[in-house]
């Protein structure tokens, strides 16, 4: 019977080490993928020197993208509380009620193409999640920096963008 216990000892430090060797491999693992994110200065401008696309990058764009969606939240809230309050359609006057009239619709019209640019600010943050953000979505290039520095929230390079707008036109014409 003590060959056997032997035995079994023998089985269950194997066991141990190897058990113990894939929890330090798991540990590594999680260790590399939980890194905590890359921190950079208010002040960081992407470098055409730098990795395209690397995580600075990502981040810079993360949080140009979060601050602009904030700022156009807020401008879009306080045009509206704005709004409400300045009611002059009551007023007698039947250019007075026009002039008002006027007044509310070109300012929704500004709203609703802010809330448009929002969507695609959320559009570009997934871009940003799924590591496609910076790429033209019909060749897959890339945007470049410059174009995104100007315009965050490009989906297509210059060239691809001129394509789109001419198709665009075109179908306009129909």
């Given amino acids: 019977m003590a ?5 079994k000892k023998k089985v269950s430090k194997s066991k141990t080490k190897t058990i113990s060797k894939i929890r330090t491999k798991a540990v590594t693992k999680a260790k590399e993928i939980n890194k905590s994110p890359i921190k ?6 992407p470098k055409e020197t730098e990795k395209y696309m690397c995580e600075k990058h990502r981040v810079f764009f993360r949080m140009k993208l979060q601050e602009w969606r904030k700022e156009l939240i807020k401008a879009n809230n306080e045009a509206l509380y704005n709004g409400s309050m300045d009611d002059n359609s009551i007023s007698a006057d039947i250019v007075d009620q026009a002039s008002s009239y006027t007044d ?6 500004a709203i609703n193409r802010q809330i448009k640019l929002i969507s695609e600010i959320d559009k570009a943050l997934i871009r ?15 945007i470049g920096l410059k174009r995104l520095m100007a315009r965050p929230v490009a ?7 001129e394509k789109h707008e001419k198709d665009e036109k075109v179908h306009a014409d129909d």
Wanted: aromatic share 10%; net charge positive.
């Fill in 3 to 7: 060959k056997s216990k032997k035995v």
């Fill in 40 to 45: 950079i200065s208010k002040t960081y401008l």
């Fill in 104 to 109: 509310k619709n070109v300012e929704m019209k």
């Fill in 128 to 142: 940003i999640k799924d590591d496609t953000y910076g790429y033209c979505l019909d060749t897959a290039e890339p």
């Fill in 155 to 161: 989906k297509y390079t210059i060239a691809a963008q």
